[in-house]
């Protein structure tokens, strides 16, 4: 984390440093020379003011609108009332103290607000768009959907788009933390945030700016702040009633016992009133006020960097206890990139078939879908595709030429009563059966393969070392896919040929069997799950939408690690906002119980207060470092 001060920050140290060199001074002074009572608590008022002017001005203010239990309200008291009590090196350096703490406090919480969208330093300042042939410089906003803009090396590209010229690699990882660049050339999709890196593209914009990947994350990441986990709840309300009590206790302590040992006597009243003071320096509750909400902040800036994107402190609370983790299967588990293994026709030729297949495919995004468009390889003619319905989990129907073709698993056979026939061969086996005036008519099946990725294997066995007791995974393919895939990873359990709604029912299951379910989409007909999960994790979202939007956690990629990072990131952030609380109640505590005794001195309050504090934030930015999984 940079820390780059403020105008107001820097005037602010200027004046905790002259008034920490004035203190030293006046109190070499008064260790060399024997001066009266009026006229140490004269020179020690000097640095006291100096340091602390702001303080009693909002404090004097704050008194005035009867806001007694603000914290600079009750800081003057607290200094005042040591005055008061001849404590004059106390009081002052209780005021300088606190400054320090402020100055800290604004530090780390403004860097910490910036550096969220810092850290990831992907907002683009400007777009170079060509119009009639002349190139302009222009804020992205200004440039219209269909627009050609130019990205030069080393520059960030600023809107989403097509390549229409040019050839260059992109490097991502500034949106999802992977270092291997992407080649594109013609007709590739770029996306905003990234970074051209060897060759001058020209890109043909398919969106505006305010709904480019770019912005979707920025404004993803900077409204994270404004889902409260249950924990921040909690404080706010704690310390809604902890200020009040210590003061009360404050004020009970300064008068009830010196009214029982000696009304008369100015010296015990003196006793009792630093034990007053020591109460109200330890009142404020910032410690715990200011460093949970940085905790939160830190660990989803920290896992940003990463590409794993965070939607709010509630879900960092919700994912670090999660114990069940299901899955998609295809996009998810598997690449989502299927190879053509083979075609079997009837009544027509394979070609035809691919045809078929290929053109009432070729308005559907799903995975299996574009694997037989790519297969296809030759020219689509759209004009003579109409009706186009997409049956999810089943597969598509369209009319090509008139006629009305049904392309899909045997789930959609079924429903359009062709008499279709199962294959021997292993694998995804997607079926076409055309509508004529006798009924469905049967036109064979296209067997499609897909892989499972790299890191799927990586992830399970890494969620099972971290203590995720089942691993799930919920399919709408065939059982005999189903159960390779899961034999293959070594999941607990595994489900298949179930629709989008049966997934949902397999998730409330789960949940109603007490289980903290996390479900695992690529966003593709699985946002019902997506939002029906205690976590709805979408991955590889570079690009999609309804993943970005669905879902509570987004990976940008597709790498299901990255899950294991998420899990990893939001138990640290926990265990130091438990380290946090934990420690910064239990010093009070025991400063309060001291003080009480007469045994702690302002010396210690002040440690209580500004020195728990600073821990604690610095604590707290811990949980800016992303983990590590390897
Ligand atoms: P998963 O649960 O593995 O993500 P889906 O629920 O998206 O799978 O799809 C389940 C099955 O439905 C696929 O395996 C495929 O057989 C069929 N299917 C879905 N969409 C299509 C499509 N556009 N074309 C052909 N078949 C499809
Ligand atoms: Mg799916």
């Given at each position: 984390m940079k820390f780059k001060l403020t105008r107001k920050q820097k005037k602010m140290m200027h004046r905790i440093i002259a008034a920490a060199v004035l203190l030293a001074a006046v109190a070499a002074i008064t260790h060399l020379f024997e001066l009266p009572w009026w006229a140490e608590l004269l020179i020690y008022m000097v640095p006291y003011v100096i340091a602390g002017y702001d303080v009693l001005k909002t404090a004097f203010i704050n008194l005035i609108h009867g806001q007694v239990f603000d914290e600079k309200f009750l800081m003057m008291v607290a200094t005042l009332g040591a005055f008061g009590a001849s404590e004059y090196p106390e009081a002052s350096a209780v005021m300088l103290f606190y400054q320090v703490g402020e100055l800290f406090q604004s530090i780390a919480v403004g860097s910490s607000r910036r550096s969220i969208s810092q850290l990831m330093?992907?907002?683009?300042?400007t777009a170079t768009v060509i119009r009639d042939g002349v190139e302009s410089t222009v804020s992205p906003e200004e440039v219209n959907v269909g627009e050609l803009i130019i990205v030069r090396p080393?520059?960030?590209?600023p809107i989403d788009g097509i390549v229409e010229e040019g050839v260059s690699s992109v490097n991502t990882s500034a949106l999802t933390g992977e270092s291997v660049p992407v080649d594109v050339a013609y007709s590739d999709n770029v996306i905003s945030g990234t970074v051209n890196l060897t060759g001058v593209i020209k890109v043909k914009t398919t969106t505006t700016f305010g709904q480019s990947t770019v912005s979707k994350i920025l404004e993803l990441v900077e409204n994270s702040?404004?889902?409260?986990?249950k924990v921040e709840n909690f404080i706010t309300k704690f310390a809604r009633y902890y200020t009040p009590c210590v003061v009360i206790g404050a004020l009970i302590l300064a008068v009830v016992p010196s009214l029982i040992q000696g009304p008369g006597s100015w010296e015990v009243w003196k006793n009792w009133l630093i034990r007053a003071c020591v109460f109200l320096v330890v009142s404020c509750p910032c410690a715990l006020v200011v460093s949970v909400p940085l905790s939160f902040f830190g660990g989803i800036g920290g896992a940003a960097k990463e590409g794993i994107l965070i939607k709010g402190a509630n879900y960092t609370e919700t994912l670090a206890c999660i114990d069940t983790l299901v899955f998609d299967k295809?996009?998810?588990?598997?690449?989502?990139?299927?190879?053509?293994?083979d075609i079997h026709p009837n009544l027509i030729s394979e070609a035809e078939l691919l045809d078929i297949a290929a053109a009432c495919e070729s308005?559907?995004?799903h995975p299996v879908a574009q694997s037989i468009v790519r297969a296809h390889e030759g020219h689509i003619d759209s004009a003579n595709i109409g009706d186009v319905t997409e049956i999810a989990g089943k597969g598509v129907k369209a009319v090509i030429d008139g006629t009305l073709y049904y392309c899909g698993n045997s789930g959609l056979m079924e429903l359009c009563g062709a008499d279709y026939h199962d294959c021997h061969l292993t694998g995804t086996i997607i079926h076409v059966a055309r509508e004529t005036a006798a009924g469905s008519e049967y036109l064979g099946h296209i067997i499609i393969n897909d892989e499972i990725k790299e890191d799927a294997a990586r992830a399970i066995s890494l969620l099972k070392m971290i203590g995720v007791k089942r691993t799930v995974m919920l399919t709408g393919d065939k059982e005999k896919v189903a159960k390779n895939v899961a034999d293959k990873l070594g999941l607990t359990d595994y489900h298949a040929e179930l629709l989008p709604a049966d997934k949902v029912i397999q998730v409330e299951q789960l949940l109603s069997q007490g289980y903290k379910v996390a479900f695992t989409g690529d966003g593709i007909n699985d946002a019902p799950v997506l939002m029906r999960a205690d976590i709805g994790i979408a991955m590889?979202?570079?690009?999609s939408d309804a993943a970005i939007e669905s879902a509570d956690v987004v990976l940008m990629d597709d790498k299901p690690t990255g899950i294991v990072k998420a899990i990893l990131t939001a138990r640290k952030t926990m265990r130091i906002v438990k380290e946090n609380v934990a420690f910064a109640l239990a010093v009070k505590a025991v400063i309060l119980v001291l003080g009480a005794l007469g045994i702690a001195n302002m010396w210690l309050a002040v440690f209580g207060d500004v020195g728990v504090l600073i821990l604690a934030i610095l604590n707290a930015i811990r949980a800016m470092k992303p983990v590590s999984i390897d």
């Open positions: 330093d992907i907002r683009p300042d080393g520059e960030k590209i702040s404004e889902k409260k986990a295809t996009g998810t588990l598997t690449k989502g990139i299927f190879a053509v293994e308005f559907s995004s590889g979202a570079m690009g």
